[in-house]
T-cell receptor, first 109, second 118 residues
Framework: QKEVEQDPGPLSVPEGAIVSLNCTYS??????FMWYRQYSRKGPELLMY????GNKEDGRFTAQVDKSSKYISLFIRDSQPSDSATYLC?????????FGTGTRLQVFP | GAVVSQHPSRVICKSGTSVKIECRSL??????MFWYRQFPKQSLMLMAT?????????EQGVEKDKFLINHASLTLSTLTVTSAHPEDSSFYIC??????????????FGPGTRLTVL
């Protein structure tokens, strides 16, 4: 079993839709939970991070962490074609980042 | 913001040759740099952690004699793929970490280097 599981998609939605991206994990020691966006052939860029359980909102993006279920989510409201990218969840306990496989999202006009 | 560059962005080489990839933090000093490898439709896999002035720490299964890492300064780390073979073809990404008071210690990622070995 992988430490971090993420549905690779692809996920195709119309512009303006609400997008839900999810990851599950097995290591209860993880304390920091991140979401990265990666455009094709580029390095990942950090979107949001959350420490421990709870919600965090930043503009159109909301990150949720449920440590009891070992489940994290990223919601994108009013999705735009420019949101089309691969979204990777990542988490860590001490030093190392453990990434999910990434979910490819396509938002069509 | 913190910017990390990589050079080259793309390299094609013949089997058996060695390839050097540079990772630079442009506007900050990075005490730690990380090297990742990403195969198509797979997640980023950490290869090694490099601290300035000391030997790199390699992840299990990564050959240290094949993937040579040098972190000679607080702004530059290099990864050399020695005697490259087609199975080494991948997307190599570095990241640099700023040691701050926040325990979070964010990593900033470079744009990646696509290596193709013929």
């Amino acid at each position: 079993q992988k430490e971090v599981e993420q549905d690779p998609g692809p996920l195709s939605v119309p512009e303006g839709a609400i997008v839900s991206l999810n990851c599950t994990y097995s290591n209860s020691a993880f304390q920091y939970f991140m979401w990265y966006r990666q455009y094709s052939r580029k390095g990942p860029e950090l979107l949001m991070y959350t420490y421990s359980s709870g919600n965090k909102e930043d503009g159109r993006f909301t990150a949720q962490v449920d440590k009891s279920s070992k489940y994290i989510s990223l919601f994108i409201r009013d999705s735009q074609p420019s949101d089309s990218a691969t979204y990777l969840c990542a988490m860590k306990d001490t030093d190392k980042l453990i990434f999910g496989t990434g979910t490819r999202l396509q938002v069509f006009p | 913001g913190a910017v990390v560059s990589q050079h080259p962005s793309r390299v094609i080489c013949k089997s058996g040759t060695s390839v050097k990839i540079e990772c630079r933090s442009l506007d900050f000093q990075a005490t730690t740099m990380f090297w990742y490898r990403q195969f198509p439709k797979q997640s980023l896999m950490l290869m090694a952690t490099s601290n300035e002035g000391s030997k790199a720490t390699y992840e299990q299964g990564v050959e240290k004699d094949k993937f040579l890492i040098n972190h000679a300064s607080l702004t530059l780390s290099t990864l050399t793929v020695t005697s490259a073979h087609p199975e080494d073809s991948s997307f190599y990404i570095c990241s640099a970490r700023v040691l701050a008071a926040d325990l979070y210690n964010e990593q900033f990622f470079g744009p990646g280097t696509r290596l193709t070995v013929l």
